[in-house]
């Protein structure tokens, strides 16, 4: 039966694995120092996408044609029928091709984090152009958790062929039911699978980062996060600590209408004054966060959770297969 699930793995894991061999070997011989972001950013951009890619891929394209591929030939009925249980028949499918898919997502995650390192530092600057790496996008595609997204777009791919029994539509439904937990996670889960830090700050002429518009009238306020972090929420509270929506006019005056040609220096230094007078009101900014440190604590958290989704996806694999017929 080990024999039997590696020659239907075989062809896949052969024309994956000596492609992740040059990329990553293209990685170690171009990582970069520093440099102008214009220069970079196609193959910045490029790593993402084919860390984000490559999980769902190994799901739709390894994990669902393994199953439907031999119930659409009628072969697990011969496979069955030679002393070998079902439950054997797809641990056997699982024990190969869950380690396969995380190994080569979390070899490209890693290699790909190790080419961005010098990237990734200089994201704290604003003027650096990439994004910190505990930020949503940038995070999904960095350390270990594509380990964790493989296992379980695998196991996932293998769940909906069992259910579905055709190769396209399972492929489908594979790839919508993922992008709907990877667009989820962030939403939802992330954000508290460490504590934030969780903070009100004083507003003053240092700490004011900028003013949301809309259209031409100020919105929200914004203040200054520490660099690198990922910011949760930014809004300005009043003494009682009572979210304060819209601006008041004791902040909304501080913030002229925006003309089309933009502020001059004098109208910016009356802001900043302005802005400085704000405490003596009793108003506030609450600021919670993700700082950088908290990037390794939550991507081993997220491979964490990923890994345990896998079990009750595995649990649906199994009992769907007793009804087969």
């Known amino acids: 039966m080990t024999w039997l699930a590696w020659r239907q793995l075989r062809a896949p894991v052969l024309s994956v694995y000596p492609v992740l061999v040059l990329v990553c070997a293209a990685l170690a011989l171009g990582r970069p120092d520093g440099g102008a972001p214009t220069d970079l950013d196609p193959w910045y951009r490029g790593g993402l996408f084919a860390v984000w890619v490559l999980p769902v891929a190994l799901g739709v394209f390894w994990g669902v044609p393994l199953i439907t591929r031999e119930l659409g030939a009628g072969t697990h009925h011969l496979v069955w029928n030679q002393s070998v249980t079902r439950t054997r028949w797809l641990a056997v499918k699982l024990g190969l091709g869950v380690p396969?898919?995380?190994?080569?997502?979390?070899?490209?995650?890693?290699?790909?984090?190790?080419?961005?390192?010098?990237?990734?530092?200089?994201?704290?600057?604003?003027?650096?152009?990439?994004?910190?790496?505990?930020?949503?996008?940038?995070?999904?595609?960095?350390?270990?958790?594509?380990l964790g997204y493989a296992a379980f777009a695998f196991v996932l791919g293998v769940a909906v062929a069992i259910a579905l029994r055709r190769t396209v539509p399972a492929m489908a439904v594979t790839l919508l039911l993922y992008a709907a937990v990877q667009v989820a996670v962030p939403l939802v889960v992330r954000p508290h699978l460490l504590p934030p830090t969780d903070e009100v700050v004083a507003i003053t002429e240092r700490t004011v980062a900028g003013v949301r518009v809309n259209g031409d009238v100020p919105e929200a306020l914004q203040v200054l996060a520490p660099p690198g972090a990922w910011v949760l929420?930014?809004?300005?509270?009043?003494?009682?600590?009572?979210?304060?929506?819209?601006?008041?006019?004791?902040?909304?005056?501080?913030?002229?209408?925006?003309?089309?040609?933009?502020?001059?220096?004098?109208?910016?230094?009356?802001?900043?004054?302005?802005?400085?007078?704000?405490?003596?009101?009793?108003?506030?900014?609450?600021?919670?966060?993700?700082?950088?440190?908290?990037?390794?604590?939550?991507?081993?958290?997220?491979?964490?959770?990923?890994?345990?989704?896998?079990?009750?996806?595995?649990?649906?694999?199994?009992?769907?297969?007793?009804?087969?017929?």
């Open 100 to 146: 396969a898919a995380a190994v080569a997502a979390g070899a490209l995650g890693l290699a790909v984090t190790w080419w961005s390192g010098p990237l990734d530092a200089t994201a704290p600057d604003p003027g650096s152009g990439f994004a910190p790496r505990v930020t949503p996008l940038v995070f999904a595609a960095r350390g270990v958790a594509p």
């Open 233 to 325: 929420t930014n809004e300005t509270v009043d003494r009682d600590g009572a979210r304060v929506h819209p601006l008041p006019d004791a902040v909304r005056h501080c913030v002229p209408r925006v003309p089309p040609e933009g502020f001059d220096r004098s109208v910016v230094d009356r802001m900043h004054a302005c802005f400085a007078g704000l405490g003596d009101l009793g108003y506030r900014q609450h600021l919670v966060h993700h700082p950088a440190t908290h990037f390794w604590p939550v991507q081993w958290s997220e491979l964490a959770l990923f890994l345990a989704l896998c079990a009750p996806v595995t649990w649906f694999c199994f009992h769907r297969l007793r009804d087969l017929a």
